[in-house]
């Protein structure tokens, strides 16, 4: 009997539906409508979040009285868009932050040439909800499109012209549908506080923009425009940005970590950097082996200056260092390379508690196991301990104290603050 039956639902090479099936359909579709004018909450809810409803179910759903239940019909994906449409002046900011969720997913699979109903009106809907008075509902739109190509011009330049910052700033960064002209045009409109230093943020930014970002005086803006590798600036830009950045410290370490500074740049910005910086300077540009002598000799005088090739203890360089919480073993083992002893001296003076005439006097003394635990108290590493001992005191290889197991320190924290004790004395 069953391949009999199995037969017989064989017809022309096709397998027919269950007789049964329109029946089954009709009751499910009775029992769905009964369930959505039900009085309890919790069973249209419920109903709201199935995903295999007849579509008027859902359509009906979307008009319900209770909030959570036109949250749960704009968040199912097998709404049908018409009831979407019907959401998005729903009073619940909740459905409207939901279905904004749902419909900008669908963003990337939209075409702002193609026809149909279907794509025409997905569009009109994530267009109304741009549009949305609610600063949230046009944030979610605004970060899910910030990078597609597919969407109508107009929608995406009024996200980036938008009165928010959380809404307008995704586009600004990324859109890869803004020009140039675009840009410079909502920049001359006065945009929204932050808005330039999301511009600037932009990858392969082009100096039409760059330009109007330095003339803005937007002191955010222009930091992030230089520390936006990226971003195409020209050298007289540069250079017109160097001669305002004296008075802007927020500008200076990003400058001196550029690449495509100018002579002339360098030579300024070496008259106002701190020191810490203008060492910073010093390695990218290796100014000591310069072939440009006027810039060298700038970099000298600005040390001199710092009082770093003085007797005695150094102003500025491992100071700054120490206040921005960088003065590492990377930045005591640079110095150690140039053979800075005056930095050497500060950074273990900071970092110990000890006085700099005391860390002098040890050095004086050629005391490898003196400046070894200095070195351990400062907490630093011991290979910077071993490369003090040979490049700046200048101890007889004999004499050197080297690391245990090529790592750690030989002595343990109860003898080095017993070598340390005889200091204190």
Excluded at 100 to 114: F, M, S
Aim: hydrophobic fraction near 40%; aromatic fraction near 4%; charge should be negative.
């Amino acid at each position: 009997m069953a391949q009999f039956g199995e037969r017989l639902a064989q017809v022309g090479g096709r397998v027919m539906k269950p007789l049964s099936s329109k029946f089954d359909r009709q009751k499910e579709y009775d029992d769905a409508k009964r369930a959505a004018a039900s009085g309890e909450t919790s069973v249209r809810l419920d109903l709201a979040k199935r995903d295999d409803l007849q579509p008027e179910v859902l359509y009906y759903l979307a008009e319900d009285g209770d909030g959570s239940v036109r949250r749960a019909v704009a968040e199912n994906e097998a709404t049908p868009r018409q009831a979407d449409a019907m959401l998005v002046n729903d009073d619940d900011d909740d459905v409207r932050i939901s279905l904004a969720r749902k419909i900008a997913r669908l963003a990337p699979d939209l075409n702002a040439q193609a026809q149909g109903w279907l794509q025409e009106l997905t569009l009109k809907i994530l267009d109304d909800l741009s549009r949305d008075e609610l600063p949230r509902v046009r944030t979610i739109i605004a970060e899910e499109i910030r990078h597609l190509d597919n969407l109508p011009h107009e929608l995406v330049k009024r996200l980036a012209r938008d009165a928010e910052l959380t809404v307008c700033a995704p586009i600004l960064e990324y859109s890869p549908m803004l020009d140039d002209d675009d840009l410079l045009e909502i920049m001359a409109l006065g945009p929204v506080r932050g808005a330039l230093t999301a511009i600037s943020a932009r990858e392969n930014l082009t100096p039409r923009p760059s330009d109007a970002i330095s003339e803005s005086g937007d002191s955010d803006a222009i930091a992030q425009l230089l520390a936006n590798s990226s971003a195409q600036v020209r050298e007289e830009t540069l250079d017109q940005i160097v001669d305002n950045a004296a008075d802007q410290p927020t500008w200076h370490e990003p400058l001196v970590k550029r690449d495509d500074l100018s002579h002339r740049a360098i030579k300024r910005i070496s008259r106002f950097v701190t020191s810490s910086l203008l060492s910073v300077l010093e390695q990218r540009y290796d100014l000591e082996s310069a072939t440009t002598i006027e810039i060298a000799e700038a970099v000298e005088e600005r040390l001199s200056a710092d009082g770093l090739n003085e007797t005695g203890l150094p102003v500025h360089r491992a100071q700054d260092l120490h206040g921005e919480g960088k003065l590492n073993d990377e930045e005591v083992m640079t110095a150690i390379a140039r053979g800075d002893q005056n930095f050497l001296i500060e950074a273990l003076a900071l970092k110990t508690g000890f006085s700099a005439e005391s860390v002098e006097q040890v050095l004086s003394s050629q005391s490898p196991i003196m400046l070894v635990a200095l070195c351990w108290k400062a907490g630093l590493a011991m290979r910077t301990a071993f490369q003090a001992q040979l490049k700046i005191a200048h101890i007889p290889s004999g004499d050197l104290i080297s690391a245990r197991d090529g790592l750690h320190y030989p002595f343990d924290g109860a003898e080095m603050r017993e070598i340390l004790r005889f200091l204190s004395d």
